[in-house]
């Protein structure tokens, strides 16, 4: 028994150092943003003497100056129209593997596999070539394409083994009652993966929202990339000095749609993720 106790008190200590770890620069960065550069620099971790005008000249010079309003809208645009297309292309494909007693399924699913171990930068340059001559150089629909080849193998995957989980006693009803394979799919099995849609597509924004090499390599024109082509680039001097109030600001405008996101979604993540583990 007090084994035991002592293996829980150690466990939850490594725990909470593990936490307070990760949390420390996030802390840091949120309490830099509130603060005047000379306010910074004479203190990390001093508190703001005004708050309220520091925080928000921060935040406003931020926006303003990393034109985050008009990248705002097209990582929005790029990352919803590319997360429509991957979930609902991944999920027929999930179902016909799963379902379908396709004769070579497992092949098929196999080479979905083998596309999450190939690193993406590894079809750079035939994908610029095809963007080329396809005329999608520099176009918000080639990002959306490649976005969406980009997490199919993952979708394809999680799906997969939720959709096995189902009972096929299911389709058999429906096929009894004269609902077509197409209806079956769309009004009775659909409705039962949505942890899975949910726990794909908190995954797929994320990758989504902080990609920045096919932005960097197909994008030319300004008003066409993405926030994090922005952030790449975002720097404000005061001075001789960069300005860290403003920088930070920046920072957390970007991270703060995909951190609120998943908060809100957390519970639907992880039983996404292991509702598929285990039958019946």
């Given at each position: 028994?007090?084994?035991?106790?002592?293996?829980?008190?150690?466990?939850?200590?490594?725990?909470?150092?593990?936490?307070?770890?990760?949390?420390?620069?996030?802390?840091?960065?949120?309490?830099?943003?509130?603060?005047?550069?000379?306010?910074?620099?004479?203190?990390?971790?001093?508190?703001?003497?005004?708050?309220?005008?520091?925080?928000?000249?921060?935040?406003?010079?931020?926006?303003?100056?990393?034109?985050?309003?008009?990248?705002?809208?097209?990582?929005?645009?790029?990352?919803?129209?590319?997360?429509?297309?991957?979930?609902?292309?991944?999920?027929?494909?999930?179902?016909?593997?799963?379902?379908?007693?396709?004769?070579?399924?497992?092949?098929?699913?196999?080479?979905?596999?083998?596309?999450?171990?190939?690193?993406?930068?590894?079809?750079?340059?035939?994908?610029?070539?095809?963007?080329?001559?396809?005329?999608?150089?520099?176009?918000r629909?080639?990002?959306?394409?490649?976005?969406?080849?980009?997490?199919?193998?993952?979708?394809?995957?999680?799906?997969?083994?939720?959709?096995?989980?189902?009972?096929?006693?299911?389709?058999?009803?429906?096929s009894?009652?004269?609902?077509?394979?197409?209806?079956?799919?769309?009004?009775?099995?659909?409705?039962?993966?949505?942890?899975?849609?949910?726990?794909?597509?908190?995954?797929c924004?994320?990758?989504?929202?902080?990609?920045?090499?096919?932005?960097?390599?197909?994008?030319?024109?300004?008003?066409?990339?993405?926030?994090?082509?922005?952030?790449?680039?975002?720097?404000?001097?005061?001075?001789?000095?960069?300005d860290?109030?403003?920088?930070m600001?920046?920072?957390?405008?970007?991270?703060?749609?995909?951190?609120?996101?998943?908060?809100?979604?957390?519970?639907?993540?992880?039983?996404?993720?292991?509702?598929?583990?285990?039958?019946?």
């Amino acid at each position: 028994m007090k084994r035991s106790i002592g293996k829980t008190i150690v466990t939850r200590f490594i725990l909470i150092l593990l936490t307070v770890i990760t949390l420390l620069p996030f802390a840091m960065m949120f309490l830099t943003s509130t603060k005047t550069n000379a306010e910074f620099y004479q203190g990390m971790w001093s508190l703001p003497k005004n708050i309220v005008e520091s925080t928000s000249h921060n935040y406003s010079e931020a926006w303003a100056e990393g034109n985050f309003g008009q990248d705002f809208m097209n990582t929005v645009i790029i990352s919803f129209s590319a997360l429509a297309l991957a979930l609902m292309l991944s999920s027929m494909v999930s179902y016909a593997i799963a379902r379908r007693n396709l004769r070579h399924a497992q092949t098929l699913s196999n080479l979905y596999l083998v596309g999450l171990l190939i690193p993406g930068m590894v079809g750079l340059t035939p994908m610029f070539v095809m963007a080329r001559f396809l005329g999608l150089f520099n176009t918000r629909i080639i990002l959306i394409i490649l976005y969406t080849a980009m997490v199919m193998p993952f979708c394809v995957f999680l799906m997969t083994s939720f959709f096995r989980t189902l009972p096929s006693e299911m389709e058999e009803a429906a096929s009894i009652d004269g609902a077509t394979p197409w209806q079956a799919f769309s009004k009775i099995i659909l409705p039962l993966v949505r942890p899975a849609f949910v726990a794909a597509g908190i995954f797929c924004f994320l990758d989504f929202w902080s990609e920045y090499l096919y932005g960097l390599v197909f994008i030319v024109d300004p008003t066409k990339k993405t926030i994090s082509m922005g952030m790449l680039t975002f720097k404000v001097i005061s001075g001789f000095k960069i300005d860290w109030g403003v920088t930070m600001a920046a920072c957390v405008i970007f991270i703060a749609p995909v951190l609120i996101l998943y908060i809100l979604f957390q519970r639907q993540v992880v039983g996404g993720l292991t509702a598929g583990s285990v039958k019946g």
